[in-house]
T-cell receptor
Framework: EDQVTQSPEALRLQEGESSSLNCSYTVSGLRGLFWYRQDPGKGPEFLFTLYSAGEEKEKERLKATLTKKESFLHITAPKPEDSATYLCAVQEYQAGTALIFGKGTTLSVSS | GAGVSQSPRYKVAKRGQDVALRCDPISGHVSLFWYQQALGQGPEFLTYFQNEAQLDKSGLPSDRFFAERPEGSVSTLKIQRTQQEDSAVYLC????????????FGQGTRLTVV
């Protein structure tokens, strides 16, 4: 059973069309939840870390939120340059330093 | 350097061949991580170093995989007797902190075993 599930697998938006990506997780003790952006042929780029339910963080058109079972990455008025794969990962207290990644959501924004 | 550097960017190996993948972390970064990313999947944790000490190697898939960081800076991931299932992108990340917050990833080495 996957511990981190991201949905949808792929999302196509028009420029300016706001939407949300979902990351649901099942871990016994959450140490932190991470969001990364990955462009084709590149390594993941760090976006946010969330530590506790109710926490929110923002960066430009992106806003990440966290509940006890899931996290959302809200994208407001996206632009074509926001097209990428967005990865969610969790770190458990019991698992040491390892990050457990989801499979990602591939976002395509057309003008 | 300005970022995490990995070499080579691409490696084609014949089945059974040994390979060595190199990671140059950001100067001064204490923590170094190796991940394996198969096509269409998220990265999977392999191993973690704090300075020269390998503190976690729970993700290494078999005893054919070996990693080292002898002087606490450059790290090498070695795969012996490569098999087709080893084909993936191998990512290295480094962090100035003890954990994974704001870890910076390299561009990866794409390994293809034929």
């Amino acid at each position: 059973e996957d511990q981190v599930t991201q949905s949808p697998e792929a999302l196509r938006l028009q420029e300016g069309e706001s939407s949300s990506l979902n990351c649901s997780y099942t871990v016994s003790g959450l140490r932190g939840l991470f969001w990364y952006r990955q462009d084709p042929g590149k390594g993941p780029e760090f976006l946010f870390t969330l530590y506790s339910a109710g926490e929110e963080k923002e960066k430009e058109r992106l806003k990440a939120t966290l509940t006890k079972k899931e996290s959302f990455l809200h994208i407001t008025a996206p632009k074509p340059e926001d097209s990428a794969t967005y990865l969610c990962a969790v770190q458990e207290y019991q698992a040491g330093t390892a990050l457990i990644f989801g499979k990602g959501t591939t976002l395509s924004v057309s003008s | 350097g300005a970022g995490v550097s990995q070499s080579p960017r691409y490696k084609v190996a014949k089945r059974g061949q040994d390979v060595a993948l190199r990671c140059d972390p950001i100067s001064g970064h204490v923590s170094l991580f190796w991940y394996q990313q198969a096509l269409g999947q998220g990265p999977e944790f392999l191993t973690y170093f704090q300075n020269e000490a390998q503190l976690d190697k729970s993700g290494l898939p078999s005893d054919r995989f070996f990693a080292e960081r002898p002087e606490g800076s450059v790290s090498t991931l070695k795969i012996q007797r490569t098999q087709q299932e080893d084909s993936a992108v191998y990512l290295c990340a480094s962090s100035s902190l003890g954990g994974q917050t704001e870890a910076f990833f390299g561009q990866g080495t794409r390994l293809t075993v034929v």
